[in-house]
């Protein structure tokens, strides 16, 4: 997508579930994390936690725990945010990561797919399996890969979901 | 910001609070709430409602509301993020839509800064002053400008928040 300009590549992502075999360079999975790190925080509290994980093993353990995820397995990284549950707003933070690192990810060509973390049963056994320490809670997982394939769900047209100064006016 | 080339432009954006008062064209604010509106939502529900404001009383209403956005007052454009709180990924889907704005007004050669809205008290208030139907929440307030200030925030190295596959290993 390095060909896109302006804004259109963020027009253009979509949730991609299938990807090729074919694992990112490291410099690439380094840049995406370094977004990552570098996404807005409230109060600069910066409390997060950033996995890449390309190891296939534990890719198949958290792609087990993931019921919404299984293509985990399948997806040459998987990134994981975690946050310190105890920051007021330790959803916005986790969230805009999460966001950066997507956003990073399709800069460098790759489709990514955000399964939840947080509110799920598994969050916990995903954080022992990534040593993860205790104070932790998982946002997201960002399955990751090159893909081929070219979802195009439904959105809903500009006029029904935004308004200008008042809505409905 | 337009000259950036790759993932340059996600790492450089910081949080900017003072603005000049020249308001961005009205495509670009267009351009700006279609990216939120493309922004990825659980189960492709797209459960928001994202206002822009320019109309400078409504703004200053708002900034008079929102305790730490009294800078609001003197952004030429205000963004808001609504969404239905019914909905259980609500605050994914919100803080998705708002680093979509984030993003794209950063394209735009926009400062931006996040203020809060979900845990406020002043979210229901700054509802019914936008005349948003009730069920939906304020996640987000953006107050948006061209800017000259360069903030830098001191940010955590890399090793410290990221690992590859397992935390301490």
Not at 14 to 20: D, I, L, M, Q, V
Not at 44 to 73: C, H, K, M, S
Not at 98 to 120: E, F, P, Q, R, S
Not at 153 to 163: G, I, Y
């Amino acid at each position: 997508m390095h060909h896109m300009s302006g804004t259109q590549w963020i027009k253009k992502r979509r949730s991609h579930r299938t990807y090729r075999s074919d694992v990112p360079a490291e410099d690439v999975i380094r840049d995406i994390l370094d977004c990552g790190r570098l996404a807005p925080t409230a109060r600069n509290v910066q409390p997060w936690l950033l996995g890449a994980v390309t190891d296939e093993a534990v890719r198949r353990d958290i792609a087990r725990l993931a019921e919404y995820g299984r293509f985990i397995a399948d997806a040459p990284v998987c990134f994981a945010v975690f946050v310190r549950a105890d920051e007021k707003y330790f959803m916005e933070d986790g969230c805009a990561a999460t966001m950066n690192i997507i956003m990073a990810a399709t800069v460098h060509g790759l489709g990514t797919c955000w399964v939840a973390g947080h509110k799920k049963d598994y969050g916990e056994e995903v954080r022992r399996l990534l040593g993860v320490p205790k104070g932790y809670t998982l946002i997201s997982l960002i399955a990751a890969g090159y893909s081929d394939d070219r979802p195009s769900p439904k959105k809903k047209p500009l006029e029904e979901v935004t308004f200008r100064d008042r809505c409905g006016s």
